[in-house]
């Protein structure tokens, strides 16, 4: 059964900006840690974006410095969804991305994760 569902992929030239989404049907997303995680053809997942939220819905998020001032992670509490924000996309960010869920608190491993989708394919031609 799928739990989490990504959306929002594509190609699209360098420079161009696209916007992922990931439906979490059935979660609160307050308390929950949900991140995103890319792999490129031949390379290992590595993480994108976290996103971890207090009980007063006060978010924290991480991004390594590949992503920095381009992605921006957010959430739509009403909708039970979170969103990725991709600006000035660049070949090297090719790749199938993922989201996923973690009931515990922020974390950048990939093992951590409870719950995945199946990948939207994400492709940034020069």
């Known amino acids: 059964q799928v739990q989490l569902v990504e959306s929002g992929g594509g190609s699209v030239q360098a420079g161009d900006s696209l916007r992922l989404s990931c439906a979490a049907p059935?979660?609160?997303?307050?308390?929950?840690?949900m991140g995103w995680f890319r792999q490129a053809p031949g390379k290992e997942r590595v993480v994108v974006s976290t996103i971890t939220w207090s009980r007063w819905s006060t978010s924290t998020a991480y991004y390594p410095d590949s992503v920095k001032d381009r992605f921006t992670i957010s959430r739509d509490n009403a909708k039970n969804t979170v969103y990725l924000q991709m600006n000035s996309l660049k070949p090297e960010d090719t790749a199938v991305y993922y989201c996923?869920?973690?009931?515990?608190?922020?974390?950048?491993?990939?093992?951590?994760?409870?719950?995945w989708g199946r990948g939207t394919q994400v492709t940034v031609s020069s």
């Open positions: 059935g979660r609160t997303l307050s308390m929950y840690t």
């Open positions: 996923a869920l973690r009931t515990g608190t922020r974390s950048t491993e990939e093992a951590d994760y409870d719950t």
